[in-house]
């Protein structure tokens, strides 16, 4: 993945890291984590500017939440309950778990949202309940920008930094993030075993 990404951003220069800052929220597997360091060693190397980096990567984070947003409108509260109903069994969520996940987000969205932005993963998901409670564009638009603005720095910055080393964040990022899901898939399972074992 690291020779993909840095060929493309050598050929595209910002306007690829654009790109790729959008499909990494609409698809996850393409991590921030790699593609804005990069960006901020090719930086450091001349390639692009400082500014460029963190202008472009901003944007195409921007735009990529924002058609999660719209996602999320277009589905809606009673079309997400309708689907725990059907498949929340099987995905370890109830009626109750939902609505009080809704309720949390209306208390805490501007702030729920900036804040996530920083955390990966969920800095895609957190636009979904966004739209489906119709939290003012404007507002979401804000918080968004200003949580990536404050992401994408501090991963450019780490480029800068350790420039010809950045090769290592890979080493690093690759076993965390198996590590990561293993955890999910290990607090799934033990949900789905204890919701069973209540049912009996």
Do not use: K
């Not at 900036?114 to 966004?130: E, F, K, N, Q």
């Not at 003012?136 to 920008?145: G, K, N, R, S, Y």
């Not at 690759?174 to 789905?192: H, K």
């Amino acid at each position: 993945m690291f020779d993909l990404l840095l060929g493309l951003m050598e050929w595209a220069g910002a306007f690829g890291l654009f790109l790729l800052m959008i499909l990494e929220n609409l698809f996850p597997p393409i991590p921030s984590e790699l593609i804005v360091p990069l960006a901020g060693f090719l930086a450091a190397q001349g390639e692009m500017s400082f500014w460029q980096v963190i202008l472009a990567g901003v944007a195409g984070s921007v735009l990529g939440a924002v058609f999660w947003y719209y996602v999320g409108m277009m589905i809606g509260r009673a079309r997400i309950l309708r689907f725990v109903d059907r498949f929340g069994p099987i995905l370890t969520l109830s009626r109750e778990d939902t609505i009080s996940a809704f309720t949390w987000f209306e208390r805490w969205g501007v702030w729920a949202v900036l804040v996530t932005r920083l955390i990966p993963g969920a800095r895609t998901l957190i636009s979904v309940p966004a739209g489906i409670s119709r939290m003012p564009l404007p507002l979401f638009l804000l918080a968004t920008t200003a949580g990536s603005t404050v992401w994408i720095t501090i991963l450019t910055m780490t480029g800068v930094l350790l420039r010809e080393n950045y090769h290592r964040i890979e080493s690093v990022l690759d076993p965390l993030s198996l590590v990561i899901f293993g955890g999910v898939a290990v607090v799934y399972f033990w949900r789905l075993l204890r919701q069973m074992r209540s049912r009996r």
